[in-house]
């Protein structure tokens, strides 16, 4: 079945620092790829929309210069989360679409990001 | 505009009863659903889809979910919980004319011995 893999799973880090995480397609090309944010014990809330060779769509409310999403391949969406601070500190998943269209989005295992 | 609502956020059950956790969508064109389980730290699995063809969806791990567009409704069953079973559940609802998925708000399954 389709795997999406995302990296890394983990990252404890002093606030200031940015942070980038990797959300890989490894069995099948995405041209879009989304973008979650979930606080504990609470549902996803839809960051953005990555979409392969143009920029990324963002929800209302998102800061597009916080949170910087690049699908420079089918296969691979980054999110960098710029100049983190501890409100920034959440659980972050991607998910992928396999195709054809209309297909259910496959989810990476999310990266818990703390910052100090 | 789509949206699921989830009716609890907690179950319980003893091991080997009846699963049963509800769901109900608003949609103004005939909606795709999907329920989510995600185990702690861990990203979301599908469990199960409706893409409007037959209406009793089978699913993985023993699971199934009907969907009754006189109600709105996709609840999700299990005739017989196991302790592995124990996890949040995701119901989601994408319209036609869209790739984003909305969540509802989860519910929690927990499994006594």
């Known amino acids: 079945g389709a795997v999406v893999s995302q990296h890394p799973s983990w990252v404890i880090c002093k606030s200031g620092t940015s942070v980038k995480i990797e959300c890989r397609s490894l069995?099948?090309?995405?041209?879009?790829m989304f973008w979650y944010r979930q606080f504990p014990k609470q549902s996803l809330m839809l960051m953005a929309t990555s979409n392969e060779g143009s920029k990324a769509t963002y929800e209302q409310g998102v800061e597009k210069d916080k949170f910087l999403i690049n699908h420079a391949s089918l296969t691979l969406s980054t999110l960098t989360v710029t100049s983190a601070h501890p409100e920034d500190s959440s659980f972050y998943i991607c998910s992928a679409e396999s195709p054809p269209g209309n297909q259910p989005q496959h989810f990476g295992d999310g990266t818990r990001l703390s910052i100090l | 505009a789509q949206s699921v609502t989830q009716l609890g956020s907690h179950v319980s059950v003893s091991e080997g009863a009846l699963v049963l956790l509800r769901c109900n969508y608003s949609s103004s064109v005939p909606p795709y659903l999907f329920w989510y389980v995600q185990y702690p730290n861990q990203g979301l699995q599908l469990l199960l889809k409706y893409t409007s063809a037959a209406t009793l969806v089978k699913g993985i791990n023993g699971f199934e979910a009907e969907f009754k567009k006189s109600e709105t409704s996709f609840h999700l069953t299990k005739p017989s919980a196991h302790m592995s079973d124990a996890a949040e559940y995701f119901c989601a609802v994408r319209g036609y004319n869209t790739d984003k998925l909305i969540f509802g708000t989860g519910t929690r399954l927990q499994v006594f011995p």
């Open positions: 069995d099948f090309q995405a041209t879009t």
